[in-house]
T-cell receptor, first 112, second 114 residues
Framework: EAQVTQNPRYLITVTGKKLTVTCSQN?????MSWYRQDPGLGLRQIYY???????DKGDVPEGYKVSRKEKRNFPLILESPSPNQTSLYFC???????????FGPGTRLLVL | LAKTTQPISMDSYEGQEVNITCSHN???????ITWYQQFPSQGPRFIIQ???TKVTNEVASLFIPADRKSSTLSLPRVSLSDTAVYYC???????????????FGAGTRLFVKA
């Protein structure tokens, strides 16, 4: 089944404790992206990647890092999480010349 | 990246047809128009995509006038399960950098009543 998977689905952590949220897609898509969604602010793009080893900032990249060492994986790294990074995070992927994105199920993060 | 404007919310009753209009005055020549549906705590799900005139699939129709400065998503005979947020997106390529930036607007919150 074609899908985007994220892990973990739920995470509670404390300020400053590094964490990684994994994202994997099995559709051989070139493009992958991370979003955060907060009440009243909609979906905002954090980082995106156009292919392996090619990443760029979205609208809200501060406090986040990403890497794209393999085509299928695009982990989101929070080196020193802060409470303002408490949010619902979505990973998405799509083919290079198509505009339809496929979203993962989301990761709900709470930073205390 | 073309900015989009949609109504914040809409109410409807089961069985009615719902039309949600999106304005995108700065749409570029090669931009497609894509609509997504999102239920609470789930990722957005692709509904329909079009470039001009009319596109229809098993769940919706998309009407795009000749000037392409707006588009209308039409949901026939809505049910309670169609209660969701609907997003209109136009293009996603930053023509300056070639990058893949996506801007989701606030979307339209559709509430279907019994």
């Amino acid at each position: 089944e074609a899908q985007v998977t994220q892990n973990p689905r739920y995470l509670i952590t404390v300020t400053g404790k590094k964490l990684t949220v994994t994202c994997s897609q099995n559709m051989n898509h070139e493009y992958m992206s991370w979003y955060r969604q907060d009440p009243g602010l909609g979906l905002r793009q954090i980082y995106y990647s156009m292919n392996v080893e090619v990443t760029d900032k979205g609208d809200v990249p501060e406090g986040y890092k990403v890497s794209r060492k393999e085509k299928r994986n695009f982990p989101l790294i929070l080196e020193s999480p802060s409470p303002n990074q408490t949010s619902l995070y979505f990973c998405a992927s799509r083919r290079q010349y198509q505009e339809t994105q496929y979203f993962g199920p989301g990761t709900r993060l709470l930073v205390l | 990246l073309a900015k989009t404007t949609q109504p914040i919310s809409m109410d409807s009753y089961e069985g009615q047809e719902v039309n949600i209009t999106c304005s995108h005055n700065n749409i570029a020549t090669n931009d497609y128009i894509t609509w997504y549906q999102q239920f609470p705590s789930q990722g957005p799900r692709f509904i329909i995509q079009g470039y001009k005139t009319k596109v229809t699939n098993e769940v919706a129709s998309l009407f795009i006038p000749a000037d392409r400065k707006s588009s209308t998503l039409s949901l026939p005979r809505v049910s309670l399960s169609d209660t969701a947020v609907y997003y209109c997106l136009v293009g996603d390529t930053d023509l300056n950098t070639g990058g893949f930036k996506t801007i989701f607007g606030a979307g339209t919150r559709l509430f279907v009543k019994a």
